[in-house]
């Protein structure tokens, strides 16, 4: 058998999580194209996030666990001097 990660449409930038309760994957949607990146530590988030931290709550459709997504925008790799 082929573990064949096919890209199926990055076109909205959508990411696959899974439910950390029942292992049941779910789909975050970017909030706007600034928002991209995402993280489910909110610390994590505030601290490499440049601008606004938008929280998205998902709930579990098999198990009814609440997700907090964090989306935000990566501060720029190398900064001006
Ligand atoms: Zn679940």
Redesign the pocket.
């Known amino acids: 058998m082929d573990e064949d990660n096919t890209e199926m449409s990055r076109s909205q930038g959508q990411k696959t999580f899974i ?1 950390p ?4 994957p779910f789909t975050g949607i970017p909030p706007d194209k600034n928002h991209s990146t995402v993280t489910l530590d909110d610390k994590d988030a505030y601290e490499k996030a440049t601008g606004t931290v938008i929280k998205r709550i998902i709930d ?6 609440l997700t907090k997504l964090y989306w935000y925008q990566e501060k720029p790799q190398s900064a001006p001097p």
Do not use: F, L, V
């Open positions: 439910c309760e029942c292992g049941e579990c459709e098999e198990c009814g666990r």
